[in-house]
């Protein structure tokens, strides 16, 4: 083979995977996606389990609320799962989209309403919770896996140019903050007896619940930063 013949061949090859490369980055990035909405269901899954009955034996209502809120986050990731295996189809994508945003805010919104009732009636009663040395530690765990899962899974919305995974990844951070707000209550609590640092933090996660949910159910992406 002559060296303008080589030269031609080499150049249509690169042009080749120049052309092929956004679709094989497109499903990299659908295969990650997936693979990081698995963890996080399985994670969410468990701290729901465990968050839940810590929070009924203890009468903590940050935890219990911490603990729906984990399972809100398992609903949210089988809609991004949802929205990723629908990534070929615009339409049906979008469409998919949709619903599943307005879903998730319906449940945010009733998650919201529970915490302010029980949190106001628990101040009110003055009913003052058990120290839950398993909710500091679930809190804690949280607070580290859950950044760490919202930055992996922001790269992936971001390539796929996708409004609802990038709603998705920002309620990934929203438990994060709340992890963060169930470690001061529980702290506060167990260290220094504060009982009404548990309510008092159950009624910090309101204003942002309220506020992911009212955005999901108007159909738009979820807290901004």
């Known amino acids: 083979m002559s060296d303008a013949q080589n030269q031609l061949h080499m150049t249509n090859k690169a042009e080749d995977i120049s052309i092929l ?53 398992v609903t ?29 805010g319906v449940c945010f919104l009733a998650l919201a309403c529970y915490i302010l009732y029980e949190s106001v009636q628990d ?25 760490w899962l919202a930055h992996l899974k922001r790269k992936v919305a971001i390539s796929l140019e996708s409004g609802a995974l990038e709603a998705e990844t920002r309620q990934t951070e929203i438990c994060a ?17 504060w009982w009404w640092a548990d309510p008092v933090a159950g009624l910090s996660m309101v204003p942002c619940i309220a506020w992911e949910g009212w955005e999901a159910v108007r159909g738009r992406t979820c807290c901004a930063h």
Do not use: C, K
Request: hydrophobic share 50%.
């Open 177 to 193: 903050y709340l992890s963060a707000i169930l470690l001061v209550g529980l702290g506060l609590n167990a260290w220094l007896d």
């Open 76 to 104: 949210s990731s089988l809609a991004a799962l949802w929205r990723l295996g629908r990534d070929g189809d615009e339409e049906s994508r979008e469409r998919a989209e949709q619903h599943a945003l307005r879903l998730i």
């Open 123 to 147: 101040l009110l009663e003055r009913i003052a919770p058990q120290h839950s040395i398993i909710g500091i530690v679930l809190a804690t765990l949280s607070l580290i896996v859950m950044p």
């Open 21 to 73: 490369s956004p679709g094989l980055d497109r499903t990299y990035s659908i295969q990650r996606g997936r693979m990081l909405q698995y963890l996080t269901i399985a994670w969410n899954s468990a701290e729901f389990i465990i968050a839940l009955v810590a929070g009924f034996l203890a009468g903590s209502i940050a935890l219990i609320g911490f603990g729906f809120d984990s399972a809100i986050e």
